[in-house]
């Protein structure tokens, strides 16, 4: 069966430092979601992506948050400078198709503690 | 603006007796609603979604949520409960032509006792 994958699994760094989550998409996956999930809380999107377009990324802190899909395919999310307040799981999920009857299919995650 | 609300954080069942896990919105017309189940450390599996007609909708692993449109509602159970359904419930909600984003509740954490 098709999954999503993400790595690292878990990554510990250091307030101020640079950390950056990959995600693969399942193969054919047009759309692509990257959500943060506070513990205690349901996720939060981030940013959604159709194919390299970002099409929402409304609630993405660009000031330190970045995200790229740049051949519509495989995506980075990258946090510079990482602040105490980030930690956090990072999903990423994909659809076939940009529509809300869609079903997300989410990949393991990326648990980010910021020291 | 959208937004779901899970009245119970924490749930305790013995195995074998029945559930109900609750799930309000609130939303001006109706909603595409879903319930998804996570794992410790692990992402987010669909258990059933509604979009439309039959109110009552079955999911996987004996799973099934009424949606009532009158009490904004779509609440999920399960008649007997085994060890393995321990984990953490996700409600969320599509706003029709919002494209896919997902409003997702806070959770409920489900326990079983033995």
């Known amino acids: 069966e098709a999954e999503v994958a993400q790595s690292p699994r878990y990554k510990i760094t250091e307030k101020s430092q640079a950390v950056a989550f990959w995600c693969d998409p399942i193969?054919?996956?047009?759309?692509l979601y990257w959500y943060r999930q506070i513990l205690g809380q349901g996720p939060e999107l981030l940013v959604q992506f159709q194919d390299e377009s970002v099409v929402d990324d409304s609630q993405l802190p660009k000031d330190r948050f970045s995200a790229e899909r740049l051949k519509g395919v495989d995506s980075t999310l990258k946090i510079q400078p990482a602040e105490l307040g980030d930690s956090a799981m990072y999903l990423c999920a994909s659809t076939a198709y940009r529509a809300e009857q869609e079903t997300q299919y989410f990949g393991p995650g990326t648990r980010l503690l910021v020291l | 603006a959208q937004s779901v609300t899970q009245p119970d954080i924490h749930i305790t069942v013995s195995e074998g007796a029945s559930l109900e896990l609750r799930c309000n919105y609130s939303?001006?017309?109706?909603?595409?609603l879903f319930w998804y189940v996570q794992s410790p450390g692990q992402g987010l599996q669909l258990l059933l979604k509604y979009f439309s007609g039959d109110t009552l909708v079955q999911g996987i692993k004996g799973f099934e949520a009424e949606f009532k449109r009158s009490q904004s509602s779509f609440n999920l159970r399960k008649p007997s409960v085994h060890w393995s359904d321990a984990a953490e419930y996700f409600c969320?909600?599509?706003?029709?032509?919002?494209?896919?984003?997902?409003?997702f509740g806070k959770g409920t954490k489900l326990s079983v006792k033995p």
């Open positions: 939303y001006g017309a109706t909603p595409y």
């Open positions: 969320a909600v599509g706003a029709r032509g919002s494209q896919g984003n997902l409003i």
């Open positions: 193969s054919g996956h047009a759309t």
